[in-house]
């Protein structure tokens, strides 16, 4: 009552103030030439006048005045808004009178244990410096409320004090009663057959209190949550066919002497029941054999609700997929109690066909609009379609440029008209990198690169850089236009000049190229490129008295040109590039070098492989990979040495470093193999978006025909004779670099080797 005679004041002063003007036969007839403002100390005039609407010069208007009343008041500073007239020779003067609520001079909070006053105190919205709101105040004491309720302080109470300080100045305190900490002692289920307790009780969020409580939230009473859980096993039950369970409302009972709540739920579970018809009514977009095998569940299977559920949006998809992005499914449910059986007849209200009308993006305001919409696979006019829109959003988060984007459909111009709008967040795709790094197998690394995979917002990557360690001299530069005049083309050049030092001989790679790419499909591309690069080999002088050259690496001293062309094929299907759970990448390559392409060497590689990713529960992540690699001469000869393969490390054969695998030398230097074969097997968790932990197994093996091959076979790919191990690994990604970090095991270890690798690798790509 008292909130609607502070709203009722204003108006009661005004009609006053209007009978007191018609008593004294005030001429209302006349302009008003004067507006003042009384009784205000800290609100500022100004403010007060920019709601007051009434104009000097225009007539009196009982309307406008009420409104003017009305906003003020509305303003929240004031206790009474009241209006007085004065009339002299010029016209009528309107003097608005206000009554200044009180002004906070001070906000505290007492009786705070539990939480700071700096933590309560960011989430109260009254202040100090301003006008007491009594609304606000309430408000204030429900948070402040819930926010103990959720730590179990459930009976915890928050008074609203006030001290008066003189000249309408008020201190305010939240005086906080915590009371005694409340648990869930026991949740007691009663009338459930078919589900145990503990099966129940592993569905709800609400649990008993237990030795975890100590350092968590566990146990904490919350009513919502409570309401939460009732669903929560309500849609259990109608997953395994009991389509009328049903809880009734729960019963919590307080026990305040031993600060426990004691929560029981009564169950109804009623007849399970099983699936009878499944029909549907076909229209102009779909047959009716289309609609109903959409839904998974077949005749006399326990009726499920989530599958049910997943059918009908399935349904909703393939119609949005059409064009028609408002279809609506609607399921009649025929109940038949005698036979425990549940028929379904689905009829779709498919709407109007939609089409797409503007397409906003924003968030972008670095990279340029149109390197979003060539990645967008709905253009504007087109029929609208669910899965392009789907697909857009993943091709915009796979360029690698945003952290989050998020699509918004709104009506458009028109009623067949689908606007979209896109908010993407950008993320620093540049990186200017030098410092020192390291690696278990090339240890320390002096990293000097400056890299942008977004130049100046274009889509074009560029790299240069120098990596230097204990055994590899790398410098080089890399260009990308991914998107030729805006088309699916991509255009690539690098140039380099690598030094890699093994164990008895030192390659020296100088060299450029330049790679065509072209999509051929949605999810495939393919490339065509051009190398050319002279290849020196040198005696490892510094290492030869512990690793003494082999006849076999002597043959290969000396400089050769190699020129080569490289084809390429890749299909990729992965729901996200850089943190895939699902779908797949293939890869075939291959390179011809020499023949009509001139120069000394003569050789071709072939390389296949393949990684498939498998969504697990609880958020882990299966994945296999496969690579199988071959390459030969065309006159039967060796390979040269510098072309072989090699495997080891922490990006292949994890356990085992490059010397462990494949044929040696007769020094007992190894030297590669003209063939390998690899499968990767990891089970991945992120722990949080930039922390990834791993275990893995690997089983790989280097084959040739050249050196003591008694660490492989003869064979190509015989997958009897292979090197194989486990571990575990964490993966850090940083705004500055990568970081893996594994421990790989070996399963078939040998005298002369280490039991385990440890990999550690910083500033290198995974």
Do not use: C
Request: hydrophobic share 35%.
């Amino acid at each position: 009552m008292s909130r609607l005679l502070q709203r009722a004041l204003p108006r009661l002063f005004f009609l006053l103030a209007f009978g007191l003007s018609t008593a004294s036969a005030f001429d209302l007839s006349k302009p008003v030439n004067e507006i003042r403002i009384e009784g205000n100390q800290r609100a500022d005039a100004n403010t007060i006048r920019f709601y007051i609407h009434s104009k000097k010069g225009e007539p009196y208007s009982v309307n406008n005045i009420r409104e003017d009343i009305r906003r003020v008041y509305n303003l929240g500073y004031f206790d009474d808004v009241r209006l007085e007239v004065e009339e002299d020779s010029g016209g009528l003067s309107l003097v608005f009178v206000v009554k200044e609520k009180p002004f906070i001079r001070r906000v505290k909070i007492a009786g705070n244990n539990e939480f700071s006053e700096k933590d309560l105190g960011t989430m109260i919205e009254l202040k100090k410096g301003s006008f007491y709101q009594k609304h606000l105040a309430q408000k204030d004491i429900q948070k402040i409320k819930k926010k103990y309720q959720k730590k179990g302080f459930y009976f915890t109470e928050v008074a609203a004090v006030t001290t008066d300080e003189g000249q309408n100045q008020i201190d305010f305190t939240y005086k906080i009663d915590e009371k005694q900490k409340v648990k869930i002692g026991k949740i007691t289920f009663k009338g459930n057959s078919f589900f145990q307790d503990y099966q129940l009780d592993d569905k709800i969020e609400s649990k008993e209190v237990g030795f975890w409580s100590i350092i968590s939230d566990s146990g904490n009473y919350q009513k919502e949550i409570l309401k939460t859980d009732l669903l929560r096993i309500e849609a259990l039950y109608r997953d395994y066919g009991f389509i009328k369970a049903s809880i009734d409302e729960p019963r919590v009972e307080v026990d305040k002497e031993n600060g426990r709540i004691l929560i029981t739920l009564v169950l109804h579970e009623g007849d399970q029941y099983r699936v009878g018809e499944i029909t549907a009514d076909g229209d102009s977009v779909h047959a009716a054999e289309e609609i109903s095998g959409k839904i998974k569940l077949k005749k006399g299977d326990v009726f499920n609700q989530s599958v049910f559920r997943s059918g009908l949006f399935q349904v909703t998809d393939m119609y949005a997929n059409d064009g028609y992005a408002f279809a609506s499914p609607v399921p009649d449910v025929r109940e038949h109690p005698e036979s425990r059986t549940v028929d379904f007849h689905i009829r779709v209200d498919p709407g109007q066909m939609v089409y797409v009308g503007r397409i906003n993006f924003s968030g972008n305001y670095k990279t340029q609009d149109n390197v979003l919409r060539r990645e967008f696979r709905l253009t504007e006019g087109e029929r609208f379609s669910g899965e392009k829109l789907a697909r857009s959003r993943q091709r915009l988060i796979n360029t690698g440029f945003f952290g989050n984007v998020e699509l918004e459909q709104k009506s458009g111009r028109g009623t067949d008209l689908m606007d979209v709008n896109v908010t993407v967040t950008e993320k620093e795709t540049g990186q200017l990198r030098a410092g020192l790094g390291y690696s278990s197998v090339e240890n320390a690394m002096i990293q000097a690169q400056i890299s942008e995979n977004n130049v100046l917002g274009t889509g074009r990557r560029l790299s240069l850089g120098v990596n230097t360690s204990s055994i590899r001299q790398d410098y080089f530069m890399d260009f990308t236009e991914p998107h030729f005049r805006d088309r699916d083309i991509s255009l690539g050049y690098s140039i380099y000049n690598r030094q890699f030092v093994y164990q008895s001989y030192i390659t020296n790679r100088l060299g450029g190229g330049f790679t065509f790419g072209r999509g051929l499909s949605e999810y495939a591309e393919g490339s065509l490129g051009y190398k050319i690069e002279k290849v020196g080999v040198s005696i490892n002088s510094v290492a030869a008295y512990l690793y003494p050259p082999s006849l076999y690496v002597v043959s290969q001293v000396g400089e050769r040109v190699t020129s080569s062309v490289n084809m390429a094929l890749t299909q990729d299907t992965r729901d996200n590039k850089y943190a895939p759970t699902s779908g797949y990448k293939a890869d075939f390559s291959t390179q011809i070098a020499g023949g009509p392409l001139g120069a000394d060497e003569n050789f071709w590689k072939l390389m296949l492989g393949a990684s498939r990713y498998f969504p697990l529960p609880y958020g882990f992540v299966f994945m296999t990979h496969g690579e199988a690699r071959y390459g030969a001469t065309y006159d039967g000869s060796p390979l040269p040495m510098w072309e072989n393969f090699f495997l080891g490390g922490p990006t292949s054969l994890r356990g085992f470093n490059y010397q462990n695998v494949g044929p040696r030398d007769t020094s007992g230097n190894s030297i590669g193999g003209d063939s390998s074969l690899l499968f990767n097997f990891e089970v991945s968790y992120n722990f949080t978006p930039a922390v990834e932990g791993v275990l893995f197994y690997d089983r790989g093996q280097l084959y040739g025909e050249v050196g003591d091959l008694s660490r492989t076979s003869l064979q190509r790919f015989d997958l009897a004779n292979m090197r194989h191990g486990f571990g575990l690994g964490i993966r850090f990604t940083t705004p500055a670099m990568p970081i893996w970090i594994a421990w790989g095991f070996k399963l078939d270890r040998r005298d002369e080797e280490p039991p385990m690798e440890f990999h550690f690798t910083m500033g290198g790509s995974f």
